[in-house]
């Protein structure tokens, strides 16, 4: 009874709707996934012209979808096959390194990444001729920085 007394309490005020999102928050369950994947291409994209490693952990951790951080991270190391220069490389390692230290990022959704990745890296090949050895130098930084465990290091795919 109590809290449904205290939840037509604040429905009843005024931008009832806002007060609502702090106090329960409407979070990224509400969004649908082809808007969490628009947002997290365009918050990879900013990062790699700003090189703002917090703000991109800040508007990662705003987005409030942890379960789908592997997402994050599928984008990031396919910007990294798709890229052609050392910078791009360079500087999804510091996010992705980031992300670890500061536990935005969980193992689970590192692994769940780097699968996908893995998963469809035959696909990328295609469109990408160097990706299986982008992939294979890519994933040897990410398990020296300690991002990626030896496991999933080893499942990575060769050519």
Not at 102 to 131: A, F, W
Request: with cysteine; net charge negative; hydrophobic share 40%.
């Amino acid at each position: 009874r109590a809290a449904l007394d205290r939840a037509t309490v604040l429905l009843s005020m005024t931008k009832g709707g806002k007060r609502i999102d702090n106090v329960w928050g409407s979070g990224g369950g509400q969004q649908s996934v082809k808007h969490l994947v628009k947002e997290i291409d365009m918050l990879l994209k900013e990062y790699l012209l700003s090189g703002d490693v917090l703000e991109a952990e800040h508007c990662l951790q705003e987005l409030e979808v942890p379960h789908f951080h592997h997402e994050l991270v599928y984008e990031a190391v396919v910007m990294v096959l798709e890229s052609t220069g050392e910078e791009t490389f360079k500087m999804i390692l510091d996010l992705l390194k980031s992300l670890w230290r500061s536990s935005v990022i969980t193992m689970d959704q590192m692994k769940r990444g780097y699968e996908r990745v893995y998963c469809e890296i035959p696909d990328i090949n295609l469109d990408v001729p160097h990706s299986y050895s982008v992939l294979e130098r890519f994933v040897e930084e990410c398990f020296q920085a300690g991002i990626i465990s030896k496991p999933l290091r080893d499942l990575c795919p060769s050519r």
